[in-house]
Nanobody, 127 residues
Framework: VQLQASGGGLVQAGGYLRLSCAAS????????MGWFRQAPGKEREFVAL????????YYVESVKGRFTLSRDNAKNTVYLQMNSLKPEDTAVYYC?????????????????????WGQGTLVTVSS
């Protein structure tokens, strides 16, 4: 199994980035895919999730209306479009797979429940 995250970088506040996570080694189309982030000195935080079999995505409150998760099952890739970035969005962003998709709704924000992780991509938002 491999999750390869990319797309991070340095951007000014108000700017945008699109993260990608290319997956291999498991049945991507039958998996839930999420994004987490971890700022220096902080715990890993849930950002967004695309659940298998559900066209809706779920977001942490702080990114609603600014971030959009999408997935392309034909390309085994999940994306995170991040708009109106703020300095507090600065973190290493990780993609994660729940495969087979077993995490119940009340548990989606806990990193311990995910099976596989990408290596992370750094997003730095300057003020």
């Amino acid at each position: 199994v491999q999750l390869q995250a990319s797309g991070g970088g340095l951007v000014q506040a108000g700017g945008y980035l699109r993260l990608s996570c290319a997956a291999s080694g498991f049945t991507f189309g039958r998996s839930s895919m999420g994004w987490f982030r971890q700022a220096p000195g902080k715990e890993r935080e849930f950002v967004a999730l695309s659940r298998y079999g559900n066209s809706n995505a779920y977001y942490v409150e702080s990114v609603k209306g600014r971030f959009t998760l999408s997935r392309d099952n034909a390309k085994n890739t999940v994306y995170l479009q991040m708009n109106s970035l703020k300095p507090e969005d600065t973190a290493v962003y990780y993609c994660a797979a729940d495969t087979p998709p077993l995490i119940i709704q009340s548990e989606i924000r806990f990193a311990r429940n995910y099976d596989y992780w990408g290596q992370g991509t750094l997003v730095t938002v300057s003020s």
